[in-house]
């Protein structure tokens, strides 16, 4: 992480472009994940030293927030909305069936490194609850056969939808 | 810019309008993108064409008209038809038949009527309506006409006895008098004062002010600018979650129209009146949405509440005065300033006026996003509205005000909604969820799963909260596995009393309310799972089941 490649460059223009104010930390490390996907260590530490504030406070604040990643996540992700609206409709069950089926467990990835199965507090679609997103489609109305289904023909097709 | 080119706009746009004999709204919000939105709006575009009637049919994309549940939603003007679950492949169909030969394909309109009989939209005014990337279609709904009257005719304080007089009161949960936040606000002396627009909806299940900045984004920011006028500030954020993508992009988009026009800026409809606006992004954490949390938040710290006072009125974003308004608070605004705090008034109850905006879910048939007039109840809500129970299951509860809201049960249906009935009953107005429970839920499972999210979103400052809840948690743990005893009862209900009194912040002070509320209305579960150790639902001692079935 942190090579001398583009996403460096263009970190670097959004740290540039908050002034390296300390306030827009922030919007930084949104920005950051968005490019590398997650947030590590050394990632942490650069944009720290950029804007001139102890490692900790930026490991402090990035493991805050759930909406920040600090491993990497597996090549296809499986992520459960837990809301209220999805619990309500027992998305539960459909969780279960998928550590179960594929050997993994919330906030965990396969040991192959192939699938993540990640939670998340309502992505806003409750009126179709129960909620699974599969990589970046999202499957309203889940149930447990359509999911393990769409999992399957995704780790078999190999690739990112998009 | 000038008020007079914004009314030339107006008409302008108005005349464009007119000159389409029908209008295709197709709700493009993220309840109906992730179902096929866009393709069945590519393809109203196409049928158009084909059939050679793309002069007198404008194809838009909208927000959320409300019927999320059998999206995607297509709406057809003149007459208001409301199309659902419209595929790409139907659409062919529905401009010849509806378009062309003038028949509206009638099975494939929507038929819960009912769903939006009982509802006022104020607030949702232009939702499904407009096309929430042009600001042209927002100034021919009247749009920023109401900021045109207050910087051409009305004083600050002008502005503020209007709110005031209106009833109003804060949408994201705790119901404080606006008028009243506001003149706390315009009366400090501090320079410069900033506003901050609360669009975190941290609850779990709730999509209403996400749903609203999709459909109509130039309302909050119209809120915003009058806001900003009464109280003296220049500067205002939204801050939004980063899991909201489409409503980001959408006010970004808005914002940077209203910059376009002048509407934001340095020199606001040449009134020399000064407002500039910025997004903040959240990252996911409940207890950023607390006034004092928030503040910590768009000044790139840990979300964290703090002790109050000072309150952000007088001490907010680094250290000036502060106004912080939920989102629907600042839509109604514009209705207000247009109709006047009398009008406002009049709408809802005496003590709480004006509408709210529920996101309806759980085990009805008509789920979706509601507008509803203060004092509706509860039956109104979940038979009328919702249309009864999915499947004619029995109901069991409906849960009001999210996570740390309350679990009502069937006796208290006719409760009117608004803060002071809902509190006196162990609930909360919260930022507005609703969720229908049947008998396949279990109200101990219900009130452990909130309990552990009030775990998990806890930020850990004060004791009561952090230590209390995670008291509160192994006792659900024990009872749920078999292990529990009937001391834990009234354990819970005293640890329950505790935290509500002790915590520094509303998020322990709210946290126990589903404990709370289930032991008082749904106690003999407890005791089932105790004495018995049996769950109705089914739901409970799973870990149990599956050591016998291992043992044998
Ligand atoms: C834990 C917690 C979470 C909150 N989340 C929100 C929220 O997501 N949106 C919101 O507008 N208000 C939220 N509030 C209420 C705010 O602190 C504040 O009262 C409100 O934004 C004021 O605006 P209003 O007067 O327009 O309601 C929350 C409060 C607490 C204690
Ligand atoms: S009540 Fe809970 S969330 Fe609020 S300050 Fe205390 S520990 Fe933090
Ligand atoms: S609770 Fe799952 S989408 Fe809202
Ligand atoms: S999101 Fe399309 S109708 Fe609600």
Same mark, same amino acid.
């Given at each position: ?95 279960t ?66 | ?48 064409r ?7 049919c ?47 394909v ?15 939209r104020?607030?949702?005014?232009n ?18 006409s ?20 209106s *009833?109003l009161?804060?949408? $994201?949960?705790?119901?404080?008098? %606006? @008028?009243? +936040?506001?003149? #706390?606000?315009a /009366? ?55 899991e909201y ?13 209203a910059? *376009?026009?002048?509407?934001? $800026?340095?020199?606001?409809?040449? %009134? @020399?009146? +000064?407002?500039? #606006?910025?997004? /903040? ?20 710290r ?41 009008w ?17 879910t ?33 109901f ?27 509190t ?29 999210f009030c ?14 809840l ?13 292990t ?33 509320t ?35």
């Amino acid at each position: 992480m942190l090579k001398d490649d583009n996403r460096k460059m263009m970190l670097d223009k959004v740290i540039k472009k908050f002034d390296y104010e300390a306030s827009s930390l922030l919007e930084i490390l949104h920005k950051a994940q968005e490019f590398y996907g997650y947030l590590d260590k050394n990632l942490m530490t650069y944009i720290a030293n950029a804007l001139r504030l102890p490692p900790s406070h930026v490991v402090g604040v990035a493991t805050f927030y759930s909406f920040f990643k600090l491993k990497a996540p597996g090549e296809h992700v499986v992520t459960g909305c837990l809301g209220t609206a999805c619990y309500v409709k027992a998305v539960d069950e459909i969780m279960t069936a998928i550590e179960q089926e594929f050997h993994l467990k919330r906030g965990g990835s396969t040991s192959d490194g192939k699938l993540s199965l990640f939670t998340t507090r309502c992505i806003g679609a409750c009126a179709m609850a129960p909620n699974i997103i599969v990589d970046d489609e999202v499957i309203g109305k889940a149930t447990k056969e359509v999911v393990l289904e769409r999992v399957r023909l995704t780790l078999a097709g190999g690739g990112r939808r998009s | 810019m000038k008020l007079d080119d914004l009314q030339k706009i107006a008409e302008h746009e108005v005349d464009f309008q007119r000159a389409y004999k029908h209008r295709i709204n197709v709700c493009c919000s993220s309840g109906c993108v992730p179902f096929g939105a866009l393709k069945v709006l590519k393809a109203f575009q196409e049928a158009v064409r084909e059939f050679g009637v793309e002069k007198e049919c404008k194809v838009a994309r909208t927000g959320c008209v409300g019927t999320c549940s059998v999206g995607p939603a297509v709406i057809i003007d003149p007459g208001d038809y409301l199309y659902q679950s419209v595929t790409p492949e139907k659409v062919r169909e529905i401009v010849r038949d509806h378009i062309v030969l003038g028949l509206p394909v009638k099975d494939m309109l929507y038929h819960g009527e009912a769903f939006f009989k009982k509802q006022r939209r104020l607030v949702l005014r232009n939702a499904g309506k407009i096309d929430p990337s042009r600001i042209e279609d927002y100034i021919a709904m009247g749009g920023y006409s109401a900021i045109g009257k207050c910087l051409a005719t009305m004083t600050p304080q002008g502005v503020i006895y209007e709110v005031s007089r209106s *009833g109003l009161r804060g949408r $994201g949960g705790a119901g404080f008098p %606006t @008028g009243q +936040k506001w003149s #706390l606000v315009a /009366r400090t002396h501090t320079t410069p004062k900033y506003i901050v627009a609360n669009l975190d909806e941290g609850d779990p299940g709730v999509f209403a002010n996400r749903t609203l900045a999709e459909a109509d984004p130039h309302a909050i920011i119209e809120g915003m600018l009058i806001a900003a006028y009464a109280v003296g500030a220049e500067k205002g954020y939204i801050y939004i979650r980063a899991e909201y993508p489409l409503a980001i992009q959408t006010l970004q988009k808005a914002i940077a129209q209203a910059k *376009g026009m002048s509407l934001l $800026g340095d020199n606001v409809l040449e %009134t @020399g009146f +000064k407002f500039d #606006l910025e997004l /903040r992004f959240g990252a996911g954490a409940f207890v950023a949405g607390e006034e004092t949390a928030i503040l910590a938040s768009v000044e790139g710290r840990r979300a964290m509440p703090r002790p109050r006072p000072p309150y952000p009125a007088n001490s907010g974003l680094w250290g000036k005065p502060t106004l912080i308004q939920n989102v629907e608070t600042l839509a109604n605004i514009p209705v207000i300033i247009q109709n006047g705090g009398e009008w406002f008034s009049k709408v809802g109850t005496a003590k709480c006026s004006g509408t709210k905006c529920f996101s309806l879910t759980g085990q009805i048939n008509n789920p979706g996003l509601i507008e509803v007039p203060m004092g509706i109840t509860l039956r109104e809500v979940v038979y009328d509205i919702g249309g009864g129970m999915q499947d004619n299951r029995p109901f069991k509860a409906v849960l009001v005000g999210g996570p740390s809201g309350g679990c009502l049960p069937e006796a208290l249906l006719d409760l009117p909604i608004d803060y002071d009935s809902l509190t006196k009953v162990g609930a909360i107005m919260g930022s507005g969820g609703i969720v229908v429970i049947d008998d396949q839920s279990c109200m101990v499972d219900t009130a452990k799963f909130f309990t552990d999210f009030c775990v998990e979103e806890s930020c850990g400052k004060c004791v009561p909260c952090r230590a209390g809840l995670v008291k509160i948690k192994e006792t659900f743990e024990n009872i749920t596995q078999g292990t529990g005893k009937l001391d834990d009862i009234a354990a819970l209900d005293k640890a329950g009393q505790y935290i509500k009194e002790a915590s520094l912040c509303g998020l322990g002070q709210t946290a126990p309310n589903p404990v709370l509320t289930t032991l008082r209305y749904f106690r003999d579960e407890y005791v089932e799972h105790i004495v018995e150790k049996k769950c109705r639902a089914g739901k409970c001692f799973r870990n149990l089941k599956k050591e016998e079935d291992d043992a044998q």
